[in-house]
């Protein structure tokens, strides 16, 4: 249920378009592949047949819409760092003609960066999902995006706290894990910050 974490907020006429790409390791073995009505795992590879898909993917849909956003299965589990396996695909579909990208599969939250003028959103984190650790995988957000017919135009974000599989929604100052809300926003600042975005206090965000 990671994507319930982004809420979109949009103009009634604004024509928006999502895509799905997945990694799986079977085995060992790493795979990925495109979700387009069913999905197509295919060889890990530079250049093989699953990159070209979901390039070619990208590149039909963003001729069918304002907005296009990108939703992409990668990366490692239970850590802050991204991978470059994970950057390389997400510049990828932005080159290729995603407005926004969006990562899940790390249960964590990872940086932001705007790659081109598009943000990459390369992990959201969790929301109804088993933990492992309060301080890693019990730390996460809703991302609230505001986007236009020309792309991404606002975030702000919502601290939440996983414990015990219940979902907090953090308030600054108030609550049994107030302190959780500092928290969430000093670790987005920490990751965020070598892309040149910070957060405020009340997880508005700001560009350098």
Known sequence: MTKELMQLEVDSDLKKAFLACVSR??????????????????????GTPGQKMIKEKVKEYDTQCDVLIVFMHAGTEEVFEVNSYQKNLARALVDNGADIVVGAHPHTLQPIEFYNGKPIFYSIGNLIFWHIDDDIDGLT?????????NGFKSLKLHPLFIKSYKVYYLERGEGKYASRYGQIIDLMNKLCKPNGIEFTEDGGMVRE
């Open 141 to 149: 957000c809703i991302f609230d995006i505001t986007v236009d017919k």
């Open 25 to 46: 390791a079977y085995n060992g073995k790493v795979e990925q592949g495109i979700l387009d009505l069913m999905r197509i795992y295919v060889e890990r590879a530079q």
